[in-house]
Each structure stands twice: as structure tokens, then as C-alpha cells.
């Protein structure tokens, strides 16, 4: 259905102008949403970038943990205001990309019928969502509808990938919410179809590289909807909940199955691999959702059921945390599924998180699409 990637750059180029216009807009005067002042630590390289899951936020701290700044009203609240259950959040620029995803009944004590929000969203800094694909309340496959959207990835041309887990698909959308590109798309092929898919991201090559998590594998797909390799850590994966690929050719894995992160060569040889619960305080099954490759090397994985997120050097040490310290207790009536070591705080994650699916580091994006001159970088492509 699409569009090749060397449609580059004076549409490209547009987008981006109008974006980052607004954005110097907003950031050179003293307005605000609420009357809340912007911090002059927003945006600094090197701050981290959460999605809070269960605390329904996405936040912004410097490297010591301090929050410099929010989007959602926290774990009580489960309105369109916040971002309920969000599992992914980027940095565009000044703007904030993040995917809800709502919450399952049975899971969340403060919501345990669950809450929809099937919503990719783009925010300014004060919260105003200036773009979105998919609706609050709303779960389907229609246009501007989405089921569970677990990632979204901007694309250098503006468009935005989205991982449509409950509808098994990988969508891309333009601004102006239209489906471009889709897979599976033309593949009808019964082994190559998507069971939960749960990230995607733009190569250097063109190609997509797929977290397909229900069948344990990541996939690098062609724009012809036909798979060009399969990673499986030689088989050994289990549930694969996000994939990117480095600098070196390598395919950093993060194998939520089997609570760890992996690293493979182009030949799905492991190279590098970094378990989160051999603490003798984690839970039994943190399911770590997120791990990225650092341009100093390090690992930053978000080890969901654990609350916390982690910093580890290519040596296997931790280098630095985030969120409470663990305990390896549960919350009455979890099943023992996710630790005590919750909390919400307007102030420090150091006084607690809740699952949090995903981090980034602001101005890092090893291993992953960089949005086309946001990333005051050399390799766009």
C-alpha cells in the first residue's frame, strides 16, 4: 500500500517545521496549562522518559530521579486526562508521544472492571494533545480506532507506526489518519500472521522490525509484507516485548518470558544477556518490557513487575535505579503477579512506580528510529 522511505524531504521537511515552530512557541514564553510553569530541566539530553503504567502518567526526571515533569493525574485517576495504562512513551522534539493502552479488568484494585483508553497521543509540554489516532473508551479495528495500541514509533517522514496488539496488526498512520501501510497486509500466510504484537521500529533498510510477542519471535519484514529474518535467541525466547536493532548489526531482544534482555548477532547467535530476577527479592516473573541499548553501552530496561527501572553496564553490574527498593512481597489480591514496591510521588521515583513498561533516554535513540532532525544527529535516514 505504501510509499518508499526516500520520499524525502521537502513534505518531511513541513511537518517538521510546523512541529518545531509550535514547539519554539510554546517554550520561549511563560504560558502554561493550569498556571504550572515549565521546568528549565524539561527536554534536558540525558533525562530519562517513563511510562508510569498503573500510575497512569508518563514522566520526565533528570538522571537522579527527580520529576521534572508529568502528563496524567496519577492511579486514581482514570479519566481522558491522563493516559490510562500507558505502555510507551517517545520524545518528538518539545512533544511527548505516548500509547494508552487502559487496563484490563481484575488487575488494578482502583479500576477492576478495567478502563479503555485506545489512544496514541501527541502532547505539547503543558499537556495539550495536539494530535491523536484511536479514541478514550472506544476498542475496535475501524478507522481511527484501535484495540490494546502498545507502541508507537514517529517516523522521520511524520508518519507513526503503531503496534495494534488486540487487532494483531503493525498500522502506519499519517497525520491525517490514514492507514498507509499495514502488516500483515498482503501476507496471508498462516505462519507469518502476528499473535500480539508489541513493538515496531523503523531500519535504516526500510524494513520493520517486529516484536511479535505471542509467538516468541521478532521479525524484520519488508515493505512487501514479506519476512526477511527471524530472531529467536536460537529458540530460546518466550515472549519477545520489544526489539531494536544496533549499530553493530546486533538485535537487542527484550525476552519478557524469560525475564531477561538478549542480545543476538545477524545469525540469532546470543552475544549478551542480562536476567532481572535473579535478585533474591524479585518476583518470581517480573516480565522486563523494555531494554535499550544506551550510546555509552549501558542497557536501560524496564523491569515491569519489579516497579522499577534499571540501568545495567555491558559488565552485568547495576549502575543505577529507579523506583522503591524491592521487597518480593505482593499486593493483596495479585496473586503475586506484581511486587509491593509501589508508590506515587509528584516528586521523585524514588518513592515508587507501578509497572513501568517503558523508559528512554531523551537524545539517545541507539538501536532506534530517531524522528527525522530531532535528534541533533548525522544518521537520519
Not at 66 to 78: A, K, S
Not at 238 to 261: C, E
Request: proline letters at 7%.
Amino acid at each position: 500500500m505504501k510509499n518508499n522511505h526516500s520520499k524525502i524531504l521537502v513534505s518531511t521537511g513541513a511537518w517538521c517545521s510546523v512541529f518545531v515552530a509550535v514547539g519554539a512557541l510554546v517554550l520561549a514564553g511563560t504560558a502554561s496549562a493550569g498556571n504550572v510553569p515549565l521546568s528549565r530541566h524539561f527536554n534536558q539530553p540525558g533525562n530519562l522518559l517513563m511510562a508510569d503504567q498503573f500510575n497512569n502518567r508518563v514522566i520526565e526526571t533528570d538522571p537522579a530521579g527527580r520529576i521534572v515533569w508529568q502528563f496524567g493525574l496519577g492511579p486514581n485517576d482514570f479519566s481522558a486526562k491522563s493516559i490510562v495504562g500507558c505502555n510507551d512513551a517517545q520524545r518528538v522534539g518539545p512533544f511527548t508521544l505516548m500509547a494508552g493502552t487502559g487496563t484490563p479488568p481484575g488487575v488494578i484494585p482502583q479500576a477492576p472492571g478495567g478502563v479503555a483508553d485506545n489512544r496514541v497521543i501527541l502532547v505539547d509540554p503543558f499537556g495539550h494533545i495536539v494530535w491523536q489516532y484511536g479514541q478514550f473508551g472506544v476498542t475496535g479495528s475501524g478507522p481511527n480506532q484501535l484495540s490494546t495500541p502498545v507502541q508507537s514509533t514517529w517516523l522521520p517522514d511524520t508518519d507513526v507506526l503503531i503496534s495494534d496488539q488486540g487487532n494483531n496488526r503493525i498500522i502506519e498512520v499519517n497525520l491525517r489518519k490514514h492507514i498507509v501501510w499495514q502488516y500483515p497486509g498482503s501476507n496471508t500466510n498462516a505462519s507469518d500472521q502476528l499473535s500480539s504484537p508489541n513493538s515496531a521500529e523503523l531500519l535504516e533498510n526500510g524494513h520493520i522490525l517486529i516484536s511479535d510477542e505471542g509467538n516468541s519471535r521478532a521479525l524484520e519484514v519488508a515493505r512487501d509484507d514479506h519476512i526477511v529474518k527471524t530472531f529467536t535467541a536460537g529458540g530460546t525466547v518466550g515472549a519477545v516485548a520489544f526489539a531494536s536493532r544496533l549499530d553493530d548489526g546486533d538485535t537487542l531482544l527484550t525476552d519478557a518470558g524469560n525475564s531477561r534482555a538478549v542480545e543476538v548477532d545477524a545469525n540469532d547467535n546470543v552475544v549478551w544477556q542480562f536476567f532481572t530476577d535473579t535478585d533474591p527479592l524479585s518476583v518470581p516473573a517480573p516480565a522486563p518490557t523494555r531494554a535499550i541499548r544506551l550510546r555509552n553501552g549501558d542497557t536501560l530496561i524496564s523491569d515491569q513487575f519489579n516497579n522499577r527501572v534499571i540501568r545495567v553496564s555491558p559488565a552485568g553490574m547495576i549502575v543505577a535505579d529507579y523506583g522503591l527498593p524491592l521487597t518480593g512481597m505482593a499486593l493483596p489480591g495479585t496473586g503475586g503477579v506484581i511486587g509491593s514496591n509501589v508508590g506515587y510521588d509528584l516528586h521523585t521515583t524514588q518513592n515508587g512506580l507501578y509497572s513501568p513498561y517503558d523508559a528512554k533516554i531523551i537524545g539517545d535513540f541507539t538501536g532506534l528510529t530517531p524522528p527525522f532532525d530531532f535528534d541533533n544527529d548525522a544518521d537520519d535516514f
